[in-house]
Nanobody, 124 residues
Framework: QVLLVESGGGLVQAGGSLRLSCAAS????????MAWFRQAPGKGREFVAA????????NYIHSVKGRFVISRDNAKNTVYLQMNSLKPEDTAVYYC?????????????????WGQGTQVTVSS
């Protein structure tokens, strides 16, 4: 069992930056792939970024490439999402997720554990 708790969301102007954190419980954090998904109002949940268990492989949705960076610190059981050059269309609830499969997968069904989400609002 893995418990995930996100933090770092908030209100920011377009062009600004935020860093999301996801703290995970459990001693096996380093064996899980981790990802961030988001859900905007009235839309389905979509993949944003993922990192493999080792941190060597990452995967991003095209719209955030070059602006967002996912990273992990296995010693701290934490995964991060650094978000730069934010746009109003990045406004959403951001969810952290963990997968036993280990790879930087974009498929929601591969993730067994989910956090409660943190709100990110980007004003124009």
């Amino acid at each position: 069992q893995v418990l995930l708790v996100e933090s770092g969301g908030g209100l920011v102007q377009a062009g600004g930056s935020l860093r999301l954190s996801c703290a995970a419980s459990g001693r096996t954090f380093s064996t899980y792939a981790m990802a961030w998904f988001r859900q905007a109002p009235g839309k389905g949940r979509e993949f944003v970024a993922a990192v493999s268990w080792s941190g060597d492989d990452t995967n991003y949705i095209h719209s955030v490439k070059g602006r967002f960076v996912i990273s992990r610190d296995n010693a701290k059981n934490t995964v991060y999402l650094q978000m730069n050059s934010l746009k109003p269309e990045d406004t959403a609830v951001y969810y952290c997720a963990a997968s036993l499969y280990g790879g930087a997968n974009s498929y929601q069904g591969a993730y067994e554990y989910w956090g409660q989400g943190t709100q990110v609002t980007v004003s124009s």
